[in-house]
């Protein structure tokens, strides 16, 4: 499956193989190209409760109807890269406003 930058994906975590893996919400990142089509490979960031404790550069989500979320979640700045064969389907993607917010939070991390 190829994911777009700001799809909204479910993945197996933990990553390896396990029997006690949990399906989770994760975010594209990376942009379509080279890396995303080429490699079969995403950068994507977690998604989880915004009820778990904060971390630094976390990004509130307000659509969450768009991306496919049915609670109150967060973009934590947590970046990782999957293999496209582990995504298990795409369930919505980032409001335009939510896409700003993530791109900032990363410019932060970044330093740009």
């Known amino acids: 499956m190829i994911c777009k930058q700001f799809d909204v ?13 949990k399906r989770r919400p ?3 990142l990376s942009e379509n ?8 490979h995403s950068v994507m960031a977690v998604i989880t409760s915004d009820k778990n404790a904060p971390w630094p550069l976390d990004v509130p989500l307000i659509n ?22 582990f995504v298990m389907n795409v369930i919505g993607s980032l ?13 932060t991390l970044t330093n740009r």
Do not use: E, W
Not at 70 to 83: E, H, N, Y
């Open 64 to 85: 969450l109807d768009q991306a496919g979320l049915s609670a109150a979640s967060v973009v934590r700045m947590k970046l990782f890269t999957l293999d496209h064969r």
């Open 95 to 107: 409001s335009p406003a939510d896409q700003k917010a993530v791109q900032q939070s990363l410019r």
């Open 9 to 21: 994906v479910v993945v197996p975590f933990p990553f390896v193989d396990s029997a006690k893996q």
């Open 26 to 28: 994760a975010l594209v």
């Open 33 to 40: 190209g080279a890396f995303n089509d080429r490699i079969g």
